[in-house]
């Protein structure tokens, strides 16, 4: 009978042990706990500076959003002046050409004469009596 009473005292002792071990195991627990819920504040204190960040760079792109498209409409309106007088100053070129020199002006390309050639030669001094005339000129 002996035996089974070592068994018995060590189921005993491994159950004491088990106890132990678990109340072990509740110390554990708050500190694991306390670590848990370190871990889990620094996470969202992570958590809300991202999305401050992200709150402010989305309020950054729709200011340079705005701010292009009023640049775009300030440049557009320009493209619209500028086209107008080019235009008024196109149709003044031909009346005044036209009716100066006598020549037909409907011939002749104004685009290609108009156009900025990079590959153009300087033109050459002219020497005769007009050239003074020609100096004195000045636009309008």
């Known amino acids: 009978m002996s035996p089974k009473r070592n068994s018995n005292k060590s189921k005993e002792k491994d159950f004491i042990d088990q106890n132990i071990d678990d109340m072990d195991g509740m110390d554990g627990m708050d500190s694991g706990d306390d670590n848990y819920r370190r871990r889990r504040d620094r996470n969202n204190l992570a958590v809300k500076r991202s ?30 002046i500028l086209s107008k007088e080019l235009s008024f100053l196109k149709n003044l070129f031909l009346a005044h050409a036209g009716t100066t020199n006598g020549i037909d002006m ?7 004469l108009l156009a900025d050639a990079v590959d153009t030669p300087p033109s050459v001094p002219c020497t005769s009596s007009r050239s003074s005339y020609n100096s004195t000129l000045q636009p309008f």
Do not use: A
Request: hydrophobic share 25%.
């Open 51 to 80: 999305r401050v960040k992200s709150r402010i760079k989305t309020q950054e792109t729709m200011e340079r959003v705005h701010k292009l498209k009023t640049e775009n409409d300030m440049l557009e309106e320009k493209i619209k």
């Open 106 to 112: 409907d011939d002749i390309d104004l685009e290609s």
